[in-house]
């Protein structure tokens, strides 16, 4: 793992996997620790991400951290100035321009943590996060528990929308799978 010794020293760590992997505990767990050692974060999400709380990550096992809710990339740019590590979260439902906003932020000396989802729930890779693997100098990926099996999983498996059990929201729509128990959704 990387370590912050020069406090000028900008780069970007990508957190990502399937959902139930832990990918936003794993941010606030990084976010917190910058807090401890007197750094200045500022934290992030997508407006669109409303789940749970309007102004704070929260991870499924209810950790959470304020955060600004953001309708665009840029808007990060002017809101983090003061700030020397960057913490965005649902990285993944930012436009393409999030790439160059994190690279540009890095290249001025900010440590810049994003987390999000690697695939969607039919295995593609999701939005902007390929491009930010590319170019991260830290990539960490979590891996859920398949719900099927007790596996390794790094996949999401979207339910039926016809059984009549599901109930709208995160935690009953979706479920953590391994490569052996997902099952790609009929087109
Ligand atoms: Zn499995």
Not at 64 to 71: M, T
Request: aromatic content about 6%; charged content about 25%.
């Amino acid at each position: 793992m990387l370590h912050v010794i020069d406090k000028d020293y900008g780069w970007i760590e990508v957190i990502c996997g399937s959902m139930f992997s832990g990918k936003s505990e794993e941010l606030i767990r990084r976010l917190r620790r910058a807090k401890i050692a007197r750094q200045t974060v500022a934290i992030f999400k997508p407006a669109i991400d409303d789940r749970y709380s309007s102004d704070h990550i929260v991870s499924h096992s209810e950790q959470r951290i304020p955060s600004i809710a953001v309708k665009s990339a840029q808007e990060i740019v002017g809101k983090s100035r003061a700030a020397q590590v960057i913490g965005i979260d649902e990285v993944q439902f930012f436009e393409a321009e999030i790439v160059d906003v994190c690279n540009n932020l890095a290249n001025e000396g900010k440590r810049v943590i994003c987390a999000g989802l690697d695939q969607d729930y039919k295995t593609k890779p999701f939005g902007p996060v390929p491009q930010l693997l590319a170019v991260a100098e830290s990539i960490t990926k979590t891996l859920a528990i398949c719900m099927r099996c007790g596996a390794p999983a790094n996949r999401t498996q979207r339910l039926s929308k016809d059984s009549d059990q599901v109930i709208v929201g995160a935690t009953e729509m979706y479920e953590a799978r391994c490569r052996m128990c997902y099952r790609a959704p009929e087109e």
